[in-house]
């Protein structure tokens, strides 16, 4: 008579169903794994679904016109420019690739209004202000604004250095809707009240009716309005980004409370870290460098 | 003509009474509608908060006001400019002679070219394209500029206006002065000028509002009068209400204008009728 024994029961009963129930326990390891895997690609991209205006579409606004070097010939869906290479890599993170992002144009002040938005988020070279963060909603910073002074070179042959002292003598003009009155008036203090402008432009008009001998802006802006629209145009000196008490960042303007912010914040974090942002500032910024510091 | 009855006279002041008290209830009752409806809207909050923000309109107010002094200061010295500027062009467009006809054309022109294009491109147009020539400081000035593109604009509306008051005096005015044997500039600076621009008051004033308002156009081209240190305040606190505090301000000044030009209209109609 054969009893049943210990290698009996393996062979017979046992082993088949180890041999199962392992087959079992690594198929659902590998199932769960690429499951979390998977949710984890997946997650970046569901991070955005929902709130956005559009379903699936991220919707951009920019200034119009839109100038260089933040991109190039007024045409942010070329991806040309700093800013609309920084909007397009934020928007694939965040899932939305290059035909899910549509352009529109928005000034500052169609941000700032009370009442439904036609964009999710405006980038046109605005800068972080706490009064501002008030009222709507800055990404995380995509760039630090140095901000330069803009001479014409008749104002060099007058005697006028990169030197606080020398500044102050100046007759100057600005943007008003930038923040460089603030630094204007914070840190050169000019001897007679400088005359504001609605732009840019207007600003570098009024060097060329020989109105105001100095103006201010952002580097990279600066360098543009010096070489092209000023054709005698010199970038006297910088104040670094970093030398203020506020330093001047540039962030994505978003309506107030806006969920997408969440997202946006991750995939501009996770582009300072891993280099991109450098990457891209270093391509289309690269002449910001070499310009002397004021003293 | 009969004295009217006491039982008139009562029956007058009841009928006076019970229209002054319809009055006040439609309108309390048309003030409690907007009251309670307007922040019925989902919006509300929002805009009130952008538009009508108590502590930005207080701590903007100060420097809204300093800044008017300068759009007044513009508004001055514009005023005599426009007011000579408009009377000659008006004369311009009078002339009938054959051998002035140049001078009329000349009205013409001016005043359908200053008229037609928007006061703010003329602005911009003379305010950085003359100094663009190569006009040398102070010469090159956007004050100097500015205004002289908002007097010039001006001066043509004026004009016509005069025109039109000049038009008005009756042509035996004209003919009197010829009898009296008074020469034509006689008759115009004696007879038909004093007429014509007392006719006019009323008009004119209109057009001191507006030009009041118009000031604040030379912000475009760089001094820092009120609408362009609202907006510096826009720009800064990410709210509106340094606008509204800016149309308060314009209200205070142009109200009492506009009220004295329908006083002065209310009493030229007295007198005539």
């Known amino acids: 008579m054969h009893f049943l024994n210990q290698s009996d029961l393996n062979q017979t009963v046992l082993s088949p169903i180890m041999k199962n129930t392992k087959m079992s326990v690594l198929k659902i390891a590998v199932f769960s794994i690429a499951l979390v895997f998977g949710t984890a690609v997946n997650a970046a991209n569901e991070c955005a679904t929902g709130k956005t205006l559009k379903e699936g579409v991220l919707t951009i606004a920019t200034g119009n016109p839109a100038y260089y070097p933040w991109v190039m010939d007024n045409d942010p869906s070329s991806g040309e420019g700093f800013e609309a290479a920084v909007a397009y890599e934020v928007a694939s993170r965040m899932g939305f690739e290059k035909d899910k992002v549509e352009w529109t144009a928005a000034s500052f002040d169609e941000a700032i209004q009370p009442g439904v938005k036609d964009f999710d988020v405006n980038l046109q070279q605005f800068s972080i202000t706490e009064e501002r963060e008030k009222v709507v909603d800055f990404s995380a910073p995509y760039y630090s604004a140095a901000m330069a002074v803009l001479v014409r070179q008749s104002s060099i042959a007058n005697g006028a250095e990169a030197t606080v002292e020398s500044l102050k003598k100046l007759k100057w003009g600005i943007d008003s809707n930038t923040t460089a009155l603030k630094m204007l008036q914070e840190n050169i203090k000019p001897d007679s009240d400088p005359l504001l402008y609605d732009d840019n432009v207007n600003v570098t008009e009024a060097m060329k009716a020989n109105q105001i001998d100095a103006a201010m802006f952002d580097l990279p802006t600066a360098l543009y309005l010096g070489a092209v629209v000023l054709e005698d145009g010199v970038v006297l000196g910088q104040f670094p980004a970093d030398r203020t008490e506020t330093p001047d960042q540039f962030g994505m303007l978003m309506e107030d409370g806006n969920a997408l912010k969440e997202c946006v914040d991750v995939a501009l974090n996770a582009m300072t870290e891993d280099g991109t942002l450098a990457e891209i500032e270093a391509e289309w910024l690269q002449e910001t460098t070499g310009v002397p510091l004021i003293k | ?273």
């Open chain 2, 1 to 273: 003509m009969k004295s009217r009855s006491a039982t008139r006279v009562a029956y007058e002041q009841k009928q006076k009474r019970k229209g002054v008290a319809i009055a006040t209830l439609s309108t309390l009752l048309v003030l409690l509608v907007l009251i309670v409806s307007i922040p019925q809207a989902p919006g509300w909050e929002k805009v009130k908060n952008s538009f009508f923000n108590g502590e930005i309109l207080v701590s903007t107010f100060p420097s809204l006001l300093k800044a008017f002094t300068l759009d007044i200061a513009i508004f001055l010295w514009s005023l005599p400019a426009i007011a000579i500027l408009g009377l000659l062009i008006a004369l311009c467009r009078d002339q009938k002679t054959p051998a002035m006809f140049p001078l009329r054309m000349f009205g013409i022109l001016y005043t359908d070219v200053f008229r037609g294009v928007p006061v703010i491109l003329t602005i911009f147009l003379i305010g950085f394209g003359v100094p663009g020539l190569g006009l040398h400081r102070p010469w090159n000035s956007p004050y100097i500029w500015g205004t002289l593109a908002l007097v010039l604009t001006y001066s043509a509306y004026v004009a016509e206006v005069i025109r039109s008051g000049i038009e008005s005096v009756h042509e035996s005015q004209r003919a009197a002065g010829k009898s009296l044997g008074l020469s034509q500039s006689d008759t115009m600076r004696f007879i038909v000028l004093p007429q014509a621009l007392r006719r006019v008051v009323p008009a004119n004033m209109n057009m001191l509002v507006a030009l009041q308002k118009d000031v604040a156009l030379l912000s475009f081209i760089g001094p820092v009068e009120i609408l362009r240190q609202a907006g510096v305040h826009k720009s800064l606190l990410a709210n509106f209400t340094p606008y509204v505090g800016a149309a308060i301000i314009f209200l205070a000044v142009t109200v009492p204008a506009t009220r004295y030009a329908d006083y002065l209209l209310a009493k030229q109609h007295k007198e005539r009728s």
